[in-house]
């Protein structure tokens, strides 16, 4: 009997990097030697070549005005995609998004009459209300991606508080939890990363860094981030905000900081794609900042704590599940003074500082490998019920 093939359909893919780019990638990559032949199925981007040791598959797609650099996939449109679906033998797909790719996974399932799994990533409401100002249409869109969770076989999510954005956009049937990991391989000597990250950022020593790796959107609280920066500012010697990302609200925050007189205090670094340098700045950061109400199970949590950087998070957000306060990270109520109290009191604090780094280290730090393994083996037990 030939190996299972696991097909992997997703909206986003690199060179775009996101959070579900990451989660995809990493499954991909020890779905194919763990359990049989993977292929990420995806919109195409102009002037990428994939150099995967995964099969790629691209597909039509046009650019996104409201969401750059993103792409709007096609799949439907693309005859030359039909043919190649249809000649690979898929044992079970999975669809990480609920949109174009996430249709397109759900057409070959039921064509091949083998299971589909959807996990839900994102508060997808949240970005339709950005790009969309006719509340109903939101609402219409909002249904659509609730009726694809009920069409598909198995739903996950990456931790348990996601249901609650399940529930309240209409979703009520069954799910599974499967958590998110990391590449980063915890390590308990981060000078090296850390004097490399400085260097990268040109910042000194002595200056106290709060950090932010992410898309710059504003559905990620970022203004919320910024207006409670100015009394950091006032209160930590030296301290410097880090932001690295791309989106479209970093015009935004750029005038924001220059209205806020702390441009001399905030470094804005585009996407780095390089995991190695992107952990030297994790372990620069002295604290994580991460306000957003908008996210479901940020992999920068983890990865920011597999360097043993803490973050710190408004109570009562979903993304705020897996944190204890004071023990693997810190909690704050949602106010930007509350806010930046609490940095201010953390940054203060060193020695509380890297103890709870060090339990965040060891409480969030998961390695891809391991949630592939679950990954397989969840898989294979919903193919062995499948058969019978």
């Not at 070549?49 to 597909?59: H, K, L």
């Not at 996104?64 to 690979?88: C, E, N, Q, W």
């Not at 390089?274 to 604290?287: S, V």
């Not at 949590?301 to 360097?307: G, P, S, Y």
């Amino acid at each position: 009997m030939n190996p299972p093939s696991v097909g992997l359909f997703v909206d986003s893919f690199t060179p775009i990097m996101d959070g579900v780019t990451t989660t995809v990638r990493n499954c991909a990559y020890w779905l194919d030697r763990m359990m049989g032949p993977t292929c990420v199925v995806t919109p195409r981007v102009p002037g990428h070549a994939d150099n995967e040791s995964f099969n790629v598959i691209r597909f039509l797609s046009l650019p996104t005005l409201v969401r750059p650099p993103y792409r709007m996939g096609l799949p439907a449109l693309d005859f030359r995609l039909r043919a190649i679906l249809k000649s690979h033998d898929f044992s079970i797909v999975h669809a990480h998004s609920p949109f174009g790719a996430g249709h397109a996974a759900l057409a070959v399932g039921r064509a091949k009459g083998v299971p589909v799994i959807a996990t839900f990533h994102s508060k997808f409401r949240e970005n339709l209300r950005q790009a969309i100002p006719i509340q109903r249409i939101v609402q219409d869109q909002v249904k659509r991606i609730v009726d694809f969770l009920y069409s598909v076989d198995q739903v996950w999510i990456p931790q348990e508080s996601v249901a609650e954005t399940l529930r309240d956009y209409g979703y009520h049937g069954p799910y599974e939890v499967v958590e998110n990991g990391t590449d980063f391989t915890p390590s308990a000597d981060t000078a090296r990363y850390r004097a490399r990250g400085g260097g990268y950022l040109g910042v000194p020593e002595e200056a106290r860094v709060g950090l932010f790796v992410g898309q710059l959107v504003l559905e990620k609280n970022l203004e919320f981030l910024f207006a409670s920066l100015p009394r950091v500012i006032a209160q930590v010697p030296h301290f410097r905000m880090v932001l690295v990302g791309e989106g479209y609200a970093k015009r935004r925050l750029q005038a924001l900081s220059r209205e806020l007189g702390m441009q001399d205090r905030v470094i804005l670094r585009d996407a780095i794609l390089d995991r190695e340098l992107l952990k030297a700045i994790y372990a620069r950061g002295d604290l994580f900042l991460f306000p957003s109400l908008y996210d479901n199970a940020p992999l920068v949590i983890r990865e920011a704590a597999a360097l043993r950087t803490p973050a710190v998070l408004v109570r009562g957000a979903t993304a705020a599940e897996v944190i204890r306060d004071n023990h693997n990270g810190f909690l704050s109520d949602a106010c930007p003074d509350a806010f930046a109290g609490r940095v201010v009191e953390v940054m203060r604090d060193n020695e509380l500082r890297k103890r709870v780094g060090c339990r965040a280290q060891g409480t969030l730090c998961r390695s891809w490998e391991s949630i592939a393994t679950e990954i397989r083996d969840r898989y294979r037990t919903i193919l062995s019920r499948w058969r019978r």
